[in-house]
């Protein structure tokens, strides 16, 4: 995706801690459909996330992933279908949905001459949070994500996973309660790749967040993960993993994939 979290932070300012309605799902899509002129990136999707819950979005590129998190952030409007973030409809209460909502896309957004905390500061100050807070936020979603001891470093200065990590931290600062983390790992080794796995299930467990992990990689999924099908902009399937292995009759997740989809994922 092309747009910022910063830009996605200045459609939801001011931000307070978030939480929502008791009792209703992190985030519902309902016969969410879009198109690109004739072509159709998604076609009648629909599926919960819970609070709590780490749940996969699984697809090649060209699924229609990239495109479902630009209508959940509002980058673009939902035209066919509704969203739902806490209960609050993203089109018609967009400010009270996506103060709830923590971000980081696949391409890099960190301005990489500042230091991680000037980051930070100049994040929360688009969410209306004041340089003291931020600070004091700042050291907290850091020793979150075991980087409190890089704070005063420029950006530049950091590996691909700690700049990810810093972006999961960024994402952290306003309290949300829900996180959509697009292909997160790409380009990361396989060892930042699995630091970057943990610390977000870590955070999932220990704040009763939802989360929404786009992926194709399958050894990023834990058997009992929820996980999402997505090709060519429809769900083939929804469920824990270990039910969509034993459905296709697949001995594994990348077999069922092939199954479900006709295609094979890259390694």
């Known amino acids: 995706m092309s747009a910022s979290a910063n830009e996605i932070a200045q459609k939801h300012k001011p931000a307070a801690a978030a939480s929502g309605p008791a009792g209703t799902p992190a985030l519902e899509v309902i016969h969410v459909s879009h198109s690109y002129g004739k072509r159709k990136a998604l076609d009648d999707v629909s599926f919960v996330i819970e609070p709590g819950s780490f749940t996969v979005l699984l697809g090649l590129n060209g699924a229609g992933k990239s495109t479902l998190f630009s209508l959940i952030t509002r980058l673009y409007g939902t035209r066919h279908g509704t969203i739902r973030i806490f209960g609050y409809d993203v089109t018609r209460q967009s400010g009270e949905a996506l103060r709830r909502l923590g971000v980081v896309f696949q391409a890099r957004t960190l301005d990489p001459d500042l230091s991680v905390l000037q980051n930070l500061i100049y994040h929360a100050a688009l969410h209306g949070i004041g340089a003291k807070e931020?600070?004091?936020?700042?050291?907290?979603?850091?020793?979150?994500?075991?980087?409190?001891d890089r704070i005063g470093e420029k950006v530049r200065n950091l590996s691909g996973g700690q700049m990810r990590r810093v972006e999961i931290a960024r994402a952290l600062l306003h309290r949300p309660q829900i996180l959509l983390l697009d292909e997160p790992t790409v380009g990361l080794?396989?060892?930042?790749?699995?630091?970057?796995?943990?610390?977000?299930?870590?955070?999932?467990a220990a704040q009763n967040i939802g989360l929404l992990w786009t992926t194709h990689l399958i050894d990023e999924i834990a058997m009992t993960d929820r996980v999402i099908v997505l090709h060519e902009g429809k769900v083939l399937a929804n469920g824990p993993a270990s039910e969509i292995i034993a459905t296709t009759g697949a001995p594994d997740m990348r077999l069922a994939f092939a199954k479900l989809t006709g295609t094979e994922l890259g390694e």
């Open 134 to 148: 931020a600070k004091r936020r700042a050291e907290t979603v850091l020793t979150q994500v075991s980087l409190a």
């Open 189 to 204: 080794d396989v060892k930042a790749r699995a630091d970057i796995v943990a610390h977000v299930r870590g955070l999932v």
